[in-house]
């Protein structure tokens, strides 16, 4: 026996639809209803939990299949928790689950809900064919759904770290982080994220003298800010490129169908400086593309005044930078500072991120899921992926878990970039992919014995 793929594909529908109907939207999040639900669906099928509760109305939930231990565990993360929506800007309830022209709507379809409702369904799948085919597991295999992640994670991942580490104990995990991408030419890749970025906020204060704003001054603090800003706004950090950046780049040109690109991604990875220069200034009018290959510098608030008619003796502005792994944030503060060139312009760093080491891009789950990837699809392509987002996989790679970030479910750049927007959807042909993504890379990589006896 198999599992009756057309019959799961309908569950995983109706499951992301129940998650969807959940406001889990942080803050508050609320999402304790979410892991009851969650709990009861795992528990009716035999598979048993551990509910915690890290704060008032907060959730975090643990299940898990046990295999013979002589691996260790395979960890299934997603969060509950969504962010928030301008209801009025949507065509659909954001919490209704519409079903619509082949798509699901509603906030979280892709971040983080339909993850969640992949994960649900590989686990229940799991342990369905497990009982039907008497076949074991080398492995446990552990679902973890966690709370607050769009807020920093502090009743989230890091609360279960802190509180009952033992349950972190795992070889792999899988996590959102990745991508599945369409391309305009109808090619397809999955990018597999083994790194990502590091995350800090830099402050940026210019002081000036204070007056009546009836009597212009040229040391005007807003106006020092604004030229220091403008400066930074033309300035780009230099190209660095990492192992993963340099296989993402050399392995996507084999299938990249515009050709001028294609051939920068060569250059890109080739010995040659001065085509390395030619090629990174191709592939940096792709904004994704410049963002891995280089620190980043976005400026995210502006504050300064009191009144409209005072000028103000200081006005700040706050950065997020976006360091590479092994790039040192006070070494890009040090050239901002010098490309500012502004005279009583201070730079801070305000809260520095913490970096983690790169999961291997040649491990035996790495290959799991690129080996189901390419069943599934054979035309495929499979590459190692730096991600510019910060995901819950940093905290679980710190704590020597080789974590790999997927979004599974395949989709064009236009769908993609509804996530966090409005009108998130997911389809439902790559939602239904998505899941089988993950549950023939969790068969390959922790079936004990035979793998015949566990049948795809």
């Known amino acids: 026996m198999s599992p009756d793929w057309p019959i799961v594909d309908a569950e995983t529908t109706a499951q ?9 939207t942080n803050p508050p999040g609320n999402e304790l209803p979410v892991g009851r639900y969650l709990a009861g669906e795992l528990e009716r099928c035999g598979i048993e939990s551990q509910l915690f509760v890290p704060a008032e109305g907060r959730a975090a939930l643990i299940a898990r299949i046990r295999g013979d231990g002589s691996k260790r565990p395979l960890i299934l993360l997603a969060h509950m928790d969504v962010v928030g929506v301008e209801a009025d800007k ?34 229940l799948v ?28 502090e009743f989230g991942i890091r609360w279960i770290g802190e509180h009952h580490p033992d349950l972190l104990d795992a070889e792999f995990a899988i996590n959102e982080g990745g991508r599945t991408r369409i391309m305009e030419s109808g090619g397809k890749y999955l990018a597999i994220q083994t790194a990502e970025k590091i995350s800090h906020v ?9 007056g009546h704003a009836a009597v212009p001054l040229t040391e005007n603090s807003i106006m020092r800010l604004a030229r220091a800003l403008a400066r930074l706004s033309d300035y780009q950090e230099p190209v660095v490129l990492t192992e993963t950046t340099r ?65 103000p003796a200081e006005a700040t502005a706050v950065l997020n930078v976006r360091t590479l792994p092994g790039e040192s944030i006070e070494a890009v503060v040090e050239r901002m500072i010098r490309v500012a060139a502004e005279p009583l312009v201070e730079f801070t760093i305000a809260k520095k991120g913490d ?32 991600s510019t987002g910060v995901t819950d996989s940093a905290y679980l790679r710190r704590r020597g878990v080789n974590c790999y970030g997927i979004l599974p ?17 997911v389809p439902l042909q790559s939602l239904h992919f998505g899941m089988r993504l993950i549950y023939e890379a969790v068969r390959r990589v922790a079936c004990a014995g035979d793998a015949s006896r566990f049948p795809q």
Not at 106 to 118: F, N, P, T
Not at 134 to 147: E, I, M
């Open 16 to 24: 992301l639809r129940a998650l969807i109907r959940f406001d889990t």
């Open 90 to 123: 949507w065509s659909c309830d954001p919490f209704g689950a519409v079903i619509r022209d082949g798509y699901v709507y509603g906030r979280g379809a892709i971040d983080d809900k339909g993850m969640l409702a992949a994960n649900l369904m590989t686990m």
């Open 126 to 153: 799991l342990r369905r064919e497990l009982a039907a085919n008497g076949a074991a597991l080398s492995r446990d295999v552990v679902f973890v759904a966690t709370s607050d992640e769009e807020a920093g994670g």
């Open 202 to 210: 830099v402050t940026v204060t210019a002081r000036g003298p204070a």
């Open 247 to 311: 296989r993402f780049f050399g392995e996507l040109a084999d299938v990249w169908m515009d050709t001028s690109e294609a051939n920068a991604m060569r250059a890109l990875v080739s010995d040659d400086p001065e085509a390395l220069t030619k090629a990174a200034a191709i592939l940096s009018a792709t904004a994704v593309f410049s963002a891995v290959m280089r620190n980043g510098i976005s400026p995210t608030l502006v504050s300064g005044g009191i009144r409209s008619n005072v000028i």
């Open 355 to 386: 970096e983690a080491p790169p999961s291997d891009p040649s491990s035996p789950m790495f290959s799991a899921i690129a080996a189901a990837a390419r069943e599934l699809d054979p035309n495929l392509a499979v590459v190692p992926y730096l």
């Open 409 to 425: 479910f395949p989709m064009e750049r236009s769908d993609e970039e509804r996530m966090h927007g409005h009108d998130e959807r």
